[in-house]
């Protein structure tokens, strides 16, 4: 059965985190969301645009995602008969780089196919895992004690992985502190591309902490750079920015520039190259695990959605709702187990309900498409 979308709202949001999120680039007090819902034969289907609120981790922001979908994604697929959801991808495929605004509209539509199918959206994209395994991402702190504390805190909620933020000044004494406190955790630092290779005798010192890796040391758009680093480095580098397409994984795996690839449906544009992606790692003997960024519950459920695929062995940064909000926008809200999983629901589509009043509350502007 194919599925025509019909109707297209656009909804932008406005929550505060319950605590700032600092990387190298900057700090999150507020999220500006921008929400996705597409319709079809009084269905809704659900997507998240994950940019963030300024074009500081990729070119794209909350103000480009609007016009972008208004004037260049939606009228490439309203209307249309789509024989599936995979064909939402290359429909879009003309635009340059806004993988995030795309896949805003491409998991929606993956979401109400599921709907329409009266199947959950893991079975949908052919997932398999009944549950995911989860770790958190630490944001860069005031203090080595406050970040102590959190990951004290983040240990004790059951979480198997600890990733922390770092940047230059932060990095490898903090992680020294870290490793004295907690020797033997699952432990990994991000850097947002925070460093360059005249960096590479600094980056080195982290080898003797036992990272299980090191994320994305260096620029955004350079997979050369990293292959020359992963040379000299024992810490495997997990590459995030670098990899928007499956065709970069292809190209970093062969040029030997990171060992471990991060999946976020945003970079790379939705569940369909998400799925390509995810499967040449997996024939590359290459382990993948599901990006985060800051997502309120509809994101948040397409990562867990994403992370039932088989080659999702490690953690994720998928993590309870109530680390982010103090009310989420879907019921119930994300829960973690004391042994740090989120257990897979056979509930139709992405598996939760939106809140419609709390929705209308947080809900700054809407626009309908059609
Ligand atoms: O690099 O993974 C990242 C948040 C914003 C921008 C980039 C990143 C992140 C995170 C947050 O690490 C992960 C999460 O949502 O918990
Ligand atoms: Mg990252």
């Known amino acids: 059965m194919g599925i025509t979308v019909e109707r297209i709202v656009l909804r932008h949001i406005r929550m505060p985190l319950v605590h700032f999120f600092e990387t190298s680039f900057g700090r999150t007090y507020e999220r500006d969301i921008v929400l996705v819902e597409a319709i079809s034969e009084g269905a809704s289907g659900w997507g998240e645009v994950t940019a963030g609120e300024n074009p500081f981790y990729n070119e794209e922001w909350t103000g480009s995602i609007w016009p972008l979908l208004i004037d260049f994604v939606a009228p490439r697929v309203l209307n249309f008969e789509l024989a599936s959801p995979e064909e939402v991808y290359p429909r879009t495929a003309h635009i340059r780089g806004h993988n995030m605004t795309r896949a805003g509209l491409e998991t929606a539509i993956w979401d109400l196919w599921a709907r329409l199918h009266n199947q959950p959206l893991w079975k949908a994209i052919g997932g398999a895992r009944r549950e995911i395994p989860c770790g958190v991402s630490i944001g860069i702190q005031d203090s080595v004690p406050q970040l102590l504390g959190k990951i004290e805190t983040e240990l004790k909620a059951g979480y198997q992985r600890i990733k922390m933020k770092i940047k230059p000044g932060w990095d490898v004494d903090v992680i020294r502190e870290v490793r004295s406190a907690f020797p033997s955790i699952r432990l990994m630092a991000d850097a947002n591309s925070a460093y360059t290779l005249k960096d590479m005798d600094h980056l080195k010192k982290l080898d003797e902490f036992h990272l299980m890796m090191i994320e994305q040391p260096l620029s955004h758009d350079d997979i050369i750079d990293h292959a020359t680093l992963q040379k000299e480095l024992a810490t495997p580098i997990c590459l ?21 690839i991060n999946i976020k449906l945003g970079r790379i544009g939705g569940f369909a190259e998400a799925k390509r ?15 985060g960024m800051l997502e309120s519950g509809v994101g948040r459920a ?22 982010y909000w103090k009310q989420d926008i879907i019921v119930p809200p994300v829960e973690v187990s004391p042994r740090g999983t989120i257990a897979i629901t056979d509930a139709v589509g992405f598996g939760y309900d939106i809140d419609a009043a709390f929705l209308d509350m947080v809900t700054v502007r809407t626009e309908t498409l059609q």
Do not use: K, Y
């Open 240 to 260: 995030d920015e670098c990899i928007r397409t499956a065709h970069h994984a292809e190209q970093a795996i062969q040029m030997g520039a990171c060992r471990i």
């Open 277 to 291: 992606l995810h499967d040449v790692c997996q024939r590359n003997c290459i382990p993948v695990w599901c990006g």
């Open 302 to 323: 397409h990562n867990i959605a994403l992370s039932t695929l088989p080659n999702f062995v490690l953690p994720g940064d998928v993590s309870a709702s109530r680390r």
